[in-house]
């Protein structure tokens, strides 16, 4: 073990760094920041925690930091949780509550931003598109690497992920071209432990459990990543933090992965932050994911920004005590009310204690019952009332939410997510009490067994498995689109524009399903229905440059040029960087003309806005 002395001197070193004003110079201390962020990833999977599990480059962090065995996320989901470790805040004050569809405010301040200003090169390397740079979590990174590959199924358009191997690639390869006198933040992020399990070899042979499997296999990714840095960098003067955006189920309480229930299975996460010269702890100490930004701000030496709900845990690096803050023990998911008008779920953890708020309150003692099989809100009610009033402090505390920044959705984007087991839709409008989120799990359950029939082979029995949960769930938008989704891939485009418009009638303010509707009229050749959908779905989301994009190209189809032009042109002098409204303003000057015209319209367009991937790609099309 490393003498607890020089963990001093670098805190010492990084605090003495914060006294100054103004932009900060880097710090004398720690000067790099490795983020690993391993998606899905439980906190009981690793052998540092006891597990069966080979992770020896995960434990070999452990062994030289702080294990804090007590973290969690704030939300089971991707890309709110990240939201809230890369900005120090709960979902209901970044706004960011699901997947897919939400945009971070431009107010949050991100950690890449605080160090870019501070003089680091910030960069980014993705595992999913869960984390596309729509979403607002780009901002402050000089790169942003959320390329995904382009494979393709017969249902799904693709599964928007890509291997930690090829994720650690592009990092260290980004890495190795920096200067060694300028200071880093990197966050590579590894979704392979994520649902579907499919883990390579040797792990694949070496595990019965294929999550097992993908969590070995994501270790081993780590260590390349880990001697590729120290090779490079060196690990003297870096800060690095492993650790994960939310646990997984694995059939615990009823849940197959995550993303509905507030059980440990899913809330709880690895937290491993290795400071140079420091040895092995193990902090007990219940801590969140909203804790990670203060206290990386704090180690690096830079000033933390005020009102940021999470605690620099620095202290208790030093053993000293940290004062508590509710807002490090709570959490929340509002998926199953999003997607199944089912009621929303709140926690709250003080001490041993735990309360879930849904339609009822549940009571758990962690110390005792840690597998949460209990519920003692009926024998401890004195507990339960006081967590119950602290929770509703606790919210009043928070205030009203900001309105939330909703993205539409295109094909492709939706597709990726359903890929991967999120639908970012609404039910209808909900009617009557709130129904129990388990309900939820019922309808989840029976659809992934339907998306695993249609996968195999089996398009009809998919599709009768779907009409078994609409039967027991009539408002799911969710699961006529992906109902609708095997209809198209199996040839039954007529049934599936059926399905999308009793999905629309349900729920008219989703621009995908405007989006979704209209892209499959227009392949049946519908062009004047597809028109009217598009239409109808600007009305209401006037900025929603897909249905734009589906208006011109349907009047494209319809020899309506002349229109396109205009409003192509309109688009073009709002935004010169608009890259689909040149390309239709491309395809519409050329009319039904020649490709030679039509390729020097491209062209002549690409000039105008070099490397702009919409114009490389219809020029491709054209082919040599």
């Not at 199924?153 to 890509?162: C, I, S, T």
């Not at 004062?323 to 929303?344: F, I, N, Q, V």
């Not at 926690?347 to 110390?367: C, F, I, M, Q």
């Not at 198209?488 to 999308?500: H, I």
């Amino acid at each position: 073990m490393r003498p607890r002395s020089s963990l001093v001197g670098a805190l010492a070193l990084s605090a003495l760094a914060c006294s100054g004003a103004g932009k900060q110079a880097p710090p004398a201390g720690p000067q790099d920041l490795l983020l690993i962020t391993l998606d899905t990833a439980r906190a009981d999977r690793f052998s540092y925690a006891g597990s069966a599990v080979a992770t020896p480059n995960v434990d070999a962090l452990a062994a030289e930091g702080a294990v804090f065995s007590n973290a969690i996320t704030p939300v089971p989901l991707t890309l709110p949780a990240h939201a809230s470790l890369m900005t120090g805040h709960l979902p209901a004050r970044h706004t960011v509550r699901d997947n897919g569809t939400f945009h971070l405010p431009e107010a949050e301040k991100t950690l890449a931003e605080l160090l870019s200003g501070a003089g680091y090169a910030t960069a980014a390397f993705l595992g999913s598109q869960v984390l596309d740079r729509r979403y607002g979590l780009a901002r402050g990174f000089a790169t942003y690497d959320d390329r995904m590959p382009d494979s393709r199924d017969a249902v799904f358009r693709f599964y928007a992920e890509r291997p930690g191997e090829e994720v650690v690639a592009s990092a260290l390869r980004w890495m190795q071209a920096q200067p060694p006198d300028r200071p880093l933040f990197v966050w590579v992020h590894l979704f392979d432990p994520h649902a579907p399990y499919r883990p390579p070899e040797p792990e694949r042979s070496r595990y019965s459990s294929g999550y097992d499997g993908e969590i070995a296999y994501t270790d081993r990714v780590v260590g390349r990543l880990i001697d590729g840095w120290e090779g490079r960098r060196g690990l003297a003067r870096t800060v690095v933090v492993v650790t994960a955006d939310h646990g997984e189920g694995l059939g615990e309480h009823g849940e197959a992965t995550h993303g509905v229930l507030l059980h440990e299975a899913t809330l709880r996460v690895p937290l491993v932050l290795r400071v140079p010269g420091m040895g092995k702890e193990t902090i007990d100490a219940p801590v969140s994911l909203i804790d990670v930004f203060p206290t990386a701000l704090a180690l690096l030496g830079l000033p933390v920004p005020g009102g940021v709900e999470g605690r620099n845990l620095v202290p208790l690096l030093r053993g000293e005590e940290v004062d508590w803050k509710r807002t490090s023990g709570y959490a929340e998911s509002l998926y199953a009310e999003l997607h199944h008008g089912c009621a929303p779920l709140r926690a709250l953890r003080e001490g041993e204690w735990k309360l879930v708020r849904g339609t009822v309150d549940e009571l758990y003692d962690l110390g005792k019952d840690p597998g949460e099989n209990r519920d003692l809100a009926n024998a401890e009610v004195q507990t339960s009332a006081t967590l119950g009033e602290a929770l509703r402090e606790l919210e009043e505390q928070m205030g009203a939410p900001a309105p939330a920044e909703r993205l539409p959705l295109d094909e492709e984007t939706r597709d990726a997510l359903a890929s991967l087991g999120y639908v970012a839709s609404g039910p209808a409008e909900p009617s009557g009490a709130p129904r129990d989120p388990r309900l939820a799990l019922v309808s989840l359950r029976r659809m992934a067994e339907a998306d695993r029939l249609a996968l195999h082979g089996d398009p009809a029995g998919a599709i009768a498995a779907y009409r078994e949960v609409i039967a027991g769930e009539p408002g799911s938008v969710d699961a006529r689109f992906r109902m609708a989704q095997i209809m198209r891939a199996s040839g039954r485009g007529n049934e599936a524009v059926r399905v999308l418009t009793e999905a629309l009638a349900l729920n008219p303010n989703e621009p995908f399903l405007y989006e979704s509707l209209g892209d499959l009229l227009d392949r049946l050749r519908r062009h004047r229905e597809s028109l009217a959908i598009y239409d109808a779905g600007l009305d209401r989301h006037p900025q929603a440059r897909t249905l734009r994009n589906g208006r011109w190209k349907e009047l494209h189809q319809l020899r309506r040029d002349g229109l396109v032009l205009q409003e192509a042109e309109r688009a073009v002098l709002a935004d010169p960087k608009d890259g689909a409204a040149r390309y239709a303003r491309a395809l519409a000057c050329c009319g039904q003309g020649s490709d030679a015209d039509y390729r020097a319209a491209l062209e002549r367009e690409l000039r105008e806005l070099p490397g702009d991937p919409i114009l490389q790609g219809a020029l491709a099309k054209l082919g040599s």
